[in-house]
């Protein structure tokens, strides 16, 4: 069965303090990993796409990278406004699915002055 | 642009009332997605619609059902609401391709009681 599992649930950090979420997939044939970004009251908001091991992108101070059965999210010197729920989701290979994403439960970052 | 329209924001409905929400988007997308969003359960799909004219099930849709009303407009329809479809409802849309993330809306909170 595909699935898709981050953590930890909940980080806190002070601002400054880099670290990184993880999550884990097990997806039949990978087309693709996303990272989102929500905050309290509001949707889901694109920030990544990922699709070989080995893959990195970057956006301010969110790095995204992938191997194969794990991706991360680097936030390196966060500050408070990068506090927000952070969803990850796989894509499968397999028919049927239309590309309909997998998503895991989420990181619920918060970042303190 | 708009983006991902969702209609209500908020609504209470009693066991047994009837609704539906609306969903609408203005990228000229071919897919659109009805999510639910749960306290400890993630995203979890309840239909979609992969282009006009056509409908699938996705991993919950139990007590729904859904409209393509043309390429724009894609409705979730309660017919018998139950205090267990209480959530947070969001409609998403993507273009046609690889590597194209979702548009969410901004949510419908929907409490039965």
């Known amino acids: 069965e595909d699935q898709v599992t981050q953590s930890p649930e909940a980080l806190r950090l002070q601002e400054g303090e880099s670290s990184s979420l993880n999550c884990s997939y097990t997806v039949s044939g990978l087309r693709g990993l996303f990272w989102y970004r929500q905050d309290p009251g509001k949707g889901p908001e694109f920030l990544f796409t990922?699709?070989?091991a080995g893959e990195e992108k970057e956006k301010e101070r969110l790095k995204a990278t992938l191997t194969k059965k794990e991706s991360f999210l680097h936030i390196t010197a966060p500050k408070p406004e990068d506090s927000a729920t952070y969803l990850c989701?796989?894509?499968?290979?397999?028919?049927?699915?239309?590309?309909?994403?997998?998503f895991g439960k989420g990181t619920k970052l918060s970042v303190k002055p | 642009n708009a983006g991902v329209t969702q209609t209500p924001k908020f609504q209470v409905l009693k066991t047994g009332q009837s609704m539906t929400l609306q969903c609408a988007q203005d990228m000229n997308h071919n897919s659109m997605y009805w999510y639910r969003q749960d306290p400890g359960m993630g995203l979890r799909l309840i239909y979609y619609s992969a282009s006009e004219g056509t409908t699938d099930k996705g991993e919950v849709p139990n007590g729904y059902n859904v409209s393509r009303l043309n390429k724009r407009e894609f409705s979730l329809r309660l017919e018998s609401a139950a205090p267990s479809q209480t959530s947070v409802y969001f409609c998403a849309s993507r273009r046609t391709g690889v590597g194209y993330g979702y548009t969410f809306g901004s949510g419908t909170r929907l409490t039965v009681v």
């Open positions: 990922l699709y070989s």
């Open positions: 989701a796989a894509r499968s290979n397999y028919g049927g699915s239309q590309g309909n994403l997998i």
